[in-house]
């Protein structure tokens, strides 16, 4: 069954450093969505992406995250000036066309800003 | 976007069927029901998604009664690694984006 692939599994940063987590999408799909987990806390949603722009973002999404599909595979994520609160698991998912299409995870890049 | 409410957590004892009730008040003429799973240190998975009455599949099943204002999600004769968060999304199919704290089942030996 094809899946969604994130890289890195655990990436961690100094506080005000750059850092662009990759996702692969699964190959037919159109939508695309990237998702953040403190520890011990709920999934919450950041950002959908479809037709190369930025569908619907929360309030989480500011100036300091920023996504892009820069070729026809890879979907990234990247935050600016990584904050201590940054610390999370960072998910990816994407769906096909259909209006009842499910989410498909990946499996995750923890991320630990020191 | 509707609200759903979930119960915090579930014990059950190994091979006892569990039905997780997910309370959706003001769910909208064009809302799925979507659920998914969680494991630690993993992303959620889909389980079963459906828009009324019941909906089965080789993991689950899913009930909705006629109002659709909640839904029961029921995994037969769990077993240890059915020990998981579970999740009940409602919004119209592309926008269900959104998760809420889930239901914790643990499933004892």
């Known amino acids: 069954e094809p899946e969604v692939t994130q890289t890195p599994s655990h990436q961690v940063t100094q506080m005000g450093q750059e850092v662009i987590l990759r996702c692969v999408p699964i190959?037919?799909?159109?939508?695309f969505y990237w998702y953040r987990q403190i520890l011990g806390q709920k999934v919450e949603f950041l950002v959908s992406f479809y037709n190369n722009e930025i569908s619907e973002k929360s309030e989480i999404f500011d100036d300091q995250f920023s996504v892009e599909r820069p070729d026809g595979s890879n979907f990234t994520l990247k935050i600016r000036s990584t904050k201590l609160e940054d610390s999370a698991m960072y998910f990816c998912?994407?769906?096909?066309?259909?209006?009842?299409?499910?989410?498909?995870f990946g499996n995750g890049t923890r991320l630990t800003v020191t | 976007l509707a609200k759903t409410t979930q119960p915090i957590s579930m014990d059950s004892y190994e091979g006892q069927e569990v039905n997780i009730t997910c309370s959706h008040n003001n769910i909208a003429t064009n809302d799925y029901i979507t659920w998914y799973q969680q494991f630690p240190s993993q992303g959620p998975r889909f389980i079963i998604q459906?828009?009324?009455t019941k909906v089965t599949n080789e993991v689950a099943s899913l009930f909705i009664p006629a109002d659709r204002k909640s839904s029961t999600l029921s995994l037969p004769r769990v077993s240890l690694s059915d020990t998981a968060v579970y999740y009940c999304?409602?919004?119209?199919?592309?926008?269900?984006?959104?998760f809420g704290t889930g239901t914790r089942l643990t499933v004892i030996p």
């Open positions: 998912a994407s769906r096909s066309r259909g209006l009842d299409s499910p989410l498909h």
């Open positions: 190959s037919n799909h159109l939508y």
């Open positions: 999304l409602v919004g119209p199919g592309a926008n269900n984006l959104f």
């Open positions: 459906g828009y009324k």
